[in-house]
């Protein structure tokens, strides 16, 4: 008999040993993790096992998913009612660098009986866990659920479960359900949902197992998946198998009274009042779990108030805080449990609780000549990222979503800047450096945003208004549209004496003139020294494509220099036309001290002739729609104005110049909505896409692009014909960014859907051991996943230390023969370090993995191909 066989036949026999003892043993089970320091993790392992079985785990071995396996010692255990047992296991384990990482525990055998699992007393229990360790995604910690994978539920009734998970570092979560697995986290073949008279799912949002309802007596077992999202990007994931003991019973489940969700500002004191109740007449015991209950500060109190036959009645109160403010709801689950003596039953519900920052203290603004100062006080919530600046020319009430916080998009305000770090509480508005227009009256309101993307509630308004320039323009008016045509340009009158008192004179005005504000005329275009003449008419060409730019000085000419450096500029205004699909829109370009509060739209033909007012609006722009692709349209507009100066009220009008366009077909279809998961399995990446039926019909294909990291930008890598087929599979990868387009029959494309990230298949790894015999079986020594892997430095030595194999192939592929002689080497162990390079979504990343071979064929096996 080979060494190979006596090897395997020892095996064989101790496994045969065991299995009567590991028999009829592990119900349920789950593993968390939470970060120490570096790339260390502390993992939980909590299993729930039948007490009646013989066997007991006082260790059990943890995969890493680093090529590492570590014994863990339990760490306590706990007898629980109905025959089952709490066991917790907790270790520590540091990773080599970055990476995706599944660690699997399992335990031989499943408890006897599972009605969804055949023979389920002969299959492996295991569960997993699949985690990133990426820089660009920061530190993670593994959601805590806070409810046992345990539960009862009554034939032909709707059975309720919710793990009551909280994320402590605020990450989104989803759930979904999957399939229980057997040795090395590998799905069971035979495995099938529980059977139900209608269905049973699982809220992806808030988590609720849904069983409606239960068709046999028996036990069962469902494993749901828990996602995590941090920015988009699935960051990890706990599969965890919870058993379902489904029994025949009259009992019926008990009911909570529904509370709605809760929205407040950091800083309120929540009390509620709690009611359960039994249509049995049954006592409940009422509990609640939940992130607000096990926080550090400030933690929340659920204490039951009053309790007897067929109800309790509970209080839970919470001293909310500035730390407690974040994007995502904290969810308090609360589990009602009937101690009827024939089977007891639970009910579950949520109450979702969003804790939003107070609104910014003390927002001041300040009118400089061309800007305005802005100053506020720091937010009192520490962890804010910054502040985001909103500007509006009117005075504005808001009402922001009580649950989001904000300025909502309708509200009339503009977000002209961010300030980063909480501890910058100014901030200096000059239009981007084109300056602030005098005479104008600004609105500011100020918003703390957060990492997680909470925002605060809004400030309270503050408004100012820039000082008028001397003198104060009032008109820019195209009065005619012509090779000589004609601007009507006007100024007010502003009172002089105390800009002219101890200066020489004579004083006059002097009107300059530009085509584009940049590049202004030396010499004036017209100058007066009457004071009182307020208004020029000046002869330019008017049908130009652009508006034209004015600004009026008073000069002192006996000291040839301005009286006055304030001054201001006014353009003429312009329609600037965008075709589009059977619709223009037009654009109102203009540069005023003064603000329009109407525009009246007039078609014309291109010398003005023939206007028929089609529209007014309010807003700087206007879409004319209806129209005919292919046909030439012109506009011109009437703007109607005013400017307040020393408590007057000046009003304007002015006309603009003329614009034509031809409309055409430039609009692209509307933007998928994307989703994506990876199949580890069969090294691919599945994207699905869903796509709005009136965007679809002129449609012809969709474009798909990738990135192989989060660092570098997506590239067109495929398409898919037609406007039907809504998936994708991209094979032999099973990392990188993706985001899809839609393209319709004029080439119009898309913007892009949101990019899904996938990084989530296990990392590189390596067998311990091979036989390199001739047989062709288990021949090489070679690698696991090595898709993705650029290149390895691998280095295999005697345990001697001689080194007898290296290779930079990420396949490895050794065969055995010692590197200098071509022999094969003895049988025995040999100690391998290697270096590997893994594209990850933070792009290449370095890690070593160390570890032994057994090689179980020697010098004298036979050759199975010649030596060169």
């Given at each position: 008999?080979?060494?190979?066989?006596?090897?395997?036949?020892?095996?064989?026999?101790?496994?045969?040993?065991?299995?009567?003892?590991?028999?009829?043993?592990?119900?349920a089970?789950?593993?968390?993790y939470?970060?120490?320091?570096?790339?260390?993790?502390?993992?939980t392992?909590?299993?729930?096992?039948?007490?009646?079985s013989?066997?007991?785990?006082?260790?059990l071995d943890i995969?890493?998913?680093?090529?590492?396996?570590?014994?863990?010692?339990?760490?306590?255990?706990?007898?629980?009612?109905?025959?089952?047992?709490?066991?917790?296991?907790?270790?520590q384990?540091?990773?080599?660098?970055?990476?995706?990482?599944?660690?699997?525990?399992?335990?031989p055998?499943?408890?006897?009986?599972?009605?969804n699992?055949?023979?389920?007393?002969?299959?492996?229990?295991?569960?997993?866990?699949?985690?990133?360790?990426?820089?660009?995604s920061?530190?993670?910690?593994?959601?805590?659920?806070?409810?046992?994978?345990?539960?009862?539920?009554?034939?032909?009734?709707?059975?309720?479960?919710?793990?009551s998970?909280?994320?402590?570092?605020?990450?989104?979560?989803?759930?979904?359900?999957?399939?229980?697995?057997?040795d090395?986290?590998?799905?069971i073949?035979?495995?099938?949902?529980?059977p139900?008279?209608?269905?049973?799912?699982?809220?992806?949002?808030?988590?609720?197992?849904?069983?409606?309802?239960p068709l046999k007596?028996?036990?069962?077992?469902?494993?749901?998946k828990?996602?995590?999202?941090?920015?988009?990007?699935?960051i990890?994931?706990?599969?965890?198998?919870?058993?379902?003991?489904?029994?025949?019973?009259?009992?019926?489940?008990?009911?909570?009274?529904?509370i709605?969700?809760?929205?407040?500002?950091?800083?309120?004191?929540?009390?509620l009042e709690?009611?359960?109740?039994?249509?049995?007449?049954?006592?409940?015991?009422?509990?609640?779990?939940?992130g607000?209950?096990?926080?550090?500060?400030?933690?929340?109190?659920?204490?039951v108030?009053?309790?007897?036959?067929?109800?309790?009645?509970?209080?839970?109160?919470?001293?909310?805080?500035?730390?407690?403010?974040r994007?995502q709801?904290?969810?308090?689950?609360?589990?009602?449990?009937?101690?009827?003596?024939?089977?007891k039953?639970?009910?579950?519900?949520?109450?979702?609780?969003?804790?939003?920052a107070?609104?910014?203290?003390?927002?001041?603004?300040?009118?400089?000549?061309?800007?305005?100062?802005?100053?506020?006080?720091?937010?009192?919530?520490?962890?804010?990222a910054?502040?985001?600046?909103?500007?509006s020319?009117?005075?504005?009430?808001?009402?922001?979503?009580s649950?989001?916080?904000?300025?909502?998009?309708?509200?009339?305000?503009e977000?002209?800047a961010?300030?980063n770090?909480?501890?910058?509480?100014?901030?200096?508005?000059?239009?981007?450096?084109r300056g602030?227009?005098?005479?104008?009256?600004?609105?500011?309101?100020?918003?703390?945003?957060?990492?997680?993307?909470?925002?605060?509630?809004?400030?309270?308004?503050?408004?100012t208004?820039?000082l008028?320039?001397?003198?104060?323009?009032?008109?820019?008016?195209?009065?005619?549209?012509?090779a000589?045509?004609?601007?009507?340009?006007?100024?007010l009158?502003?009172p002089?004496?105390?800009l002219?008192?101890?200066?020489?004179?004579?004083?006059?005005?002097?009107l300059?003139?530009?085509?584009?504000?940049e590049t202004?005329?030396?010499a004036?275009?017209?100058?007066t020294?009457d004071?009182?003449?307020?208004?020029?008419?000046h002869?330019?060409d008017?049908?130009?494509?652009?508006?034209?730019?004015?600004?009026?000085e008073?000069?002192?000419?006996g000291?040839?220099?301005?009286a006055?450096?304030?001054?201001?500029?006014?353009?003429?205004?312009?329609?600037?036309?965008?075709?589009s699909?059977?619709?223009?829109?037009?654009?109102?370009?203009?540069y005023t001290?003064?603000?329009?509060?109407?525009?009246t739209?007039?078609?014309?033909?291109?010398?003005?002739?023939n206007?028929?007012?089609?529209?007014?609006?309010?807003?700087?722009?206007?879409?004319?729609?209806?129209?005919?692709?292919?046909?030439?349209?012109?506009?011109?507009?009437?703007?109607?104005?005013?400017?307040q100066?020393?408590?007057?009220?000046?009003?304007?009008?002015?006309?603009?110049?003329?614009?034509?366009?031809t409309?055409?077909?430039?609009v692209?279809?509307?933007a998928?909505?994307?989703?994506?998961?990876?199949?580890?399995?069969?090294?691919?990446?599945?994207?699905?896409?869903?796509?709005?039926?009136?965007?679809?019909?002129?449609?012809?294909?969709?474009?798909?692009y990738?990135?192989?990291?989060?660092k570098q930008?997506?590239?067109?890598?495929?398409?898919?014909?037609?406007?039907?087929?809504?998936?994708?599979?991209?094979t032999?990868?099973?990392v990188?960014?993706?985001?899809?387009?839609?393209?319709?029959?004029?080439?119009?494309?898309?913007?892009v859907?949101?990019?899904?990230?996938m990084?989530?298949?296990g990392?590189f790894?390596?067998?311990?051991?091979?036989?390199?015999?001739g047989?062709?079986?288990?021949?090489l020594?070679?690698?696991?996943?090595?898709?993705?892997?650029?290149?390895?430095?691998?280095?295999?030595?005697?345990r001697?230390?001689k080194?007898?194999?290296?290779?930079?192939?990420?396949?490895?592929?050794?065969?055995?023969?010692?590197?200098?002689?071509?022999?094969?080497?003895?049988?025995?162990?040999y100690?391998?370090?290697?270096?590997?390079?893994?594209?990850?979504?933070?792009?290449?990343?370095?890690?070593?993995?160390?570890?032994?071979?057994?090689?179980?064929?020697?010098?004298d096996?036979?050759?199975?191909?010649p030596?060169n």
């Amino acid at each position: 008999m080979t060494v190979r066989y006596k090897y395997f036949f020892i095996l064989l026999c101790s496994v045969l040993q065991c299995v009567p003892a590991n028999a009829t043993h592990n119900r349920a089970g789950q593993i968390v993790y939470k970060h120490i320091s570096g790339q260390t993790y502390e993992f939980t392992v909590t299993t729930f096992t039948y007490t009646l079985s013989q066997a007991d785990r006082a260790q059990l071995d943890i995969s890493w998913g680093d090529n590492t396996v570590s014994t863990m010692q339990r760490n306590s255990e706990q007898i629980l009612p109905d025959n089952y047992k709490k066991n917790v296991y907790i270790i520590q384990h540091t990773y080599p660098g970055a990476g995706v990482y599944t660690i699997v525990v399992e335990d031989p055998n499943r408890n006897l009986g599972v009605e969804n699992i055949p023979n389920s007393v002969g299959v492996v229990f295991s569960v997993k866990t699949v985690f990133r360790i990426d820089p660009n995604s920061g530190i993670n910690n593994a959601p805590d659920l806070l409810t046992y994978p345990i539960d009862k539920a009554a034939l032909g009734q709707v059975f309720i479960h919710n793990p009551s998970a909280f994320d402590m570092d605020g990450d989104s979560l989803s759930y979904e359900l999957t399939t229980c697995t057997r040795d090395r986290g590998v799905e069971i073949e035979s495995y099938t949902l529980p059977p139900a008279s209608d269905s049973l799912v699982v809220n992806p949002v808030t988590g609720d197992l849904i069983w409606a309802s239960p068709l046999k007596v028996g036990i069962y077992n469902v494993a749901v998946k828990i996602n995590e999202w941090r920015h988009g990007v699935k960051i990890g994931s706990i599969s965890r198998d919870m058993q379902i003991e489904v029994v025949d019973s009259h009992n019926r489940p008990p009911v909570i009274a529904p509370i709605e969700p809760l929205c407040v500002e950091a800083g309120t004191a929540i009390d509620l009042e709690i009611h359960a109740t039994d249509p049995d007449g049954d006592f409940i015991q009422l509990t609640a779990t939940g992130g607000a209950l096990s926080i550090e500060q400030s933690r929340a109190v659920f204490a039951v108030t009053g309790e007897g036959a067929g109800y309790t009645n509970a209080r839970f109160t919470w001293q909310t805080v500035y730390s407690h403010v974040r994007k995502q709801p904290y969810v308090v689950t609360l589990k009602a449990e009937d101690q009827n003596t024939e089977v007891k039953l639970v009910a579950f519900s949520n109450i979702s609780i969003t804790v939003l920052a107070p609104k910014v203290e003390n927002l001041q603004s300040l009118a400089g000549k061309k800007d305005v100062f802005l100053s506020w006080s720091p937010t009192p919530c520490d962890h804010a990222a910054g502040y985001e600046i909103y500007r509006s020319t009117t005075s504005n009430d808001v009402y922001p979503d009580s649950c989001t916080g904000g300025i909502p998009a309708d509200a009339g305000y503009e977000r002209i800047a961010t300030v980063n770090g909480i501890g910058k509480v100014s901030f200096s508005d000059n239009n981007n450096g084109r300056g602030l227009s005098p005479g104008i009256r600004y609105c500011y309101r100020v918003v703390a945003y957060f990492a997680d993307g909470a925002r605060s509630f809004p400030s309270e308004e503050s408004c100012t208004s820039l000082l008028a320039g001397t003198p104060p323009m009032i008109l820019a008016d195209v009065a005619t549209i012509d090779a000589s045509g004609e601007i009507i340009v006007a100024w007010l009158r502003k009172p002089l004496d105390n800009l002219i008192a101890g200066k020489p004179g004579p004083f006059e005005y002097r009107l300059f003139y530009s085509e584009n504000n940049e590049t202004w005329e030396t010499a004036p275009i017209y100058s007066t020294t009457d004071l009182n003449d307020t208004v020029y008419t000046h002869t330019v060409d008017t049908k130009n494509k652009h508006s034209h730019f004015y600004k009026v000085e008073l000069w002192d000419t006996g000291l040839n220099e301005p009286a006055e450096e304030d001054t201001e500029t006014a353009s003429s205004l312009y329609p600037a036309l965008q075709p589009s699909d059977k619709s223009v829109i037009i654009s109102f370009e203009r540069y005023t001290p003064w603000l329009n509060t109407e525009y009246t739209i007039y078609r014309c033909d291109d010398a003005g002739n023939n206007p028929d007012s089609i529209g007014f609006t309010n807003k700087e722009s206007f879409t004319d729609t209806e129209l005919t692709n292919g046909q030439t349209y012109c506009y011109r507009i009437r703007s109607r104005g005013y400017r307040q100066l020393d408590n007057i009220r000046y009003e304007n009008e002015n006309r603009s110049h003329i614009a034509c366009v031809t409309p055409y077909d430039n609009v692209p279809p509307c933007a998928p909505e994307l989703t994506g998961h990876s199949i580890c399995s069969e090294t691919k990446n599945v994207l699905e896409w869903t796509y709005n039926a009136f965007c679809m019909d002129d449609v012809v294909k969709y474009r798909i692009y990738h990135s192989p990291n989060a660092k570098q930008p997506c590239v067109l890598t495929d398409s898919v014909m037609g406007n039907n087929i809504l998936t994708y599979s991209h094979t032999d990868v099973t990392v990188g960014c993706y985001y899809v387009t839609a393209v319709d029959g004029n080439n119009n494309e898309s913007p892009v859907s949101n990019t899904v990230c996938m990084d989530e298949c296990g990392a590189f790894d390596l067998p311990n051991v091979f036989t390199p015999n001739g047989d062709n079986i288990n021949d090489l020594f070679k690698s696991y996943n090595p898709l993705g892997i650029t290149q390895v430095d691998m280095k295999i030595f005697n345990r001697w230390g001689k080194l007898v194999f290296k290779t930079t192939d990420a396949a490895i592929n050794w065969d055995g023969r010692d590197m200098d002689s071509k022999r094969f080497v003895p049988a025995g162990v040999y100690y391998y370090i290697c270096d590997v390079y893994e594209e990850r979504l933070s792009g290449t990343q370095i890690r070593t993995l160390t570890g032994i071979v057994h090689v179980y064929a020697g010098e004298d096996a036979k050759p199975y191909y010649p030596i060169n």
